[in-house]
């Protein structure tokens, strides 16, 4: 899709509806498909009147246009973020949801590290990127608080 100076895609309730909202798509991901910043979509969204969600993390915006225009998703990046968009969505399932709840009860709502009961996160003891079976599966969960969590994925903390 190329980017139209009209906003003629961002103009369309329906297409941002169905973008942000039924196809779960984030704002940064509709800036990739549209052509624009993702500064401009949300700006786009909040003027329809769609509610916007930050989904948990820190919102970087995009000032003008973005840098090198995006060229790593034309060189077959954009087959590792479709990925990860996949995979985030079997984390926003039911299903998931209920694994997650499970696991904390198991652990008895604490760190099974440091017995600590504040931040607590659910890790997989086998990637989930990697092991795409061992998804769902309780053995390969366990409960860490934020510290704990973040020494399991970064080395040497």
Known sequence: MEAL??????KDF?????????????AV???IETGYSEETVLR?????????HMRGRKVKYLYGKPKENWSWY?????????QERQN????????YGDLVLGTLERDGYACTECE????????HKKPWIDYPELR???GNLTTLCHSCHKRKHIPGL
């Open 44 to 52: 786009w969204l909040k003027r329809h009147g769609i509610s916007v």
């Open 29 to 31: 991901d509709i800036a």
């Open 14 to 26: 329906d297409y941002m509806y169905n973008s942000y909202i039924v196809s779960k798509l984030r």
């Open 74 to 82: 034309k060189d077959g990046l954009g087959w590792k973020r479709t």
């Open 136 to 138: 769902f599966d309780l």
């Open 5 to 10: 100076t009209d906003y003629e895609h961002l």
């Open 116 to 123: 600590s009961t504040m931040r607590l996160e659910v890790h």
């Open 88 to 95: 985030e969505i079997g984390k926003r399932s039911k299903e």
